[in-house]
């Protein structure tokens, strides 16, 4: 089975920084891969993503402040966070697709809570 396990989620302060991990398991390497997020009271919304050979894509409200990498070895998806707003404050979900925007088919796994809070 696929399978996503995604951590490092955290408190951190306006302004700070915070970097999530995303293994995945069971899945070839060759999807492209795509970070996810949850706002409360909000519908999920794909934010970031990275193909095998490296193709990268984010949102406009997250460029420029979300870094994403990889390590195909491992299979591990990482999301680097800095200046991290209020607005950020949302469940993180990765998963994996064909590319950009088709980035969800699989199972969702049960994501880590970032809050950016004073």
């Known amino acids: 089975q696929v399978h996503f396990m995604e951590s490092g989620g955290d408190l951190v302060q306006p302004g700070g920084s915070l970097q999530l991990s995303c293994l995945a398991s069971?899945?070839?390497?060759?999807?492209?891969m795509g970070w996810y997020r949850q706002a409360p009271g909000k519908q999920r919304e794909l934010i970031a993503s990275?193909?095998?050979?490296?193709?990268?894509n984010y949102i406009d409200s997250v460029k420029g402040r979300f870094t994403v990498s990889r390590d195909i070895a491992r299979n591990a998806f990482y999301l680097h966070m800095s200046r991290l707003d209020p607005k950020d404050t949302a469940v993180y979900y990765c998963?994996?697709?064909?590319?950009?925007?088709?980035?969800?088919?699989?199972?969702w796994g049960q994501g880590t809570q970032v809050t950016v809070s004073a």
């Open positions: 990275m193909s095998y050979s490296a193709n990268i």
């Open positions: 069971g899945i070839s390497p060759y999807y492209t």
């Open positions: 998963n994996a697709g064909s590319g950009w925007p088709d980035l969800s088919r699989f199972s």
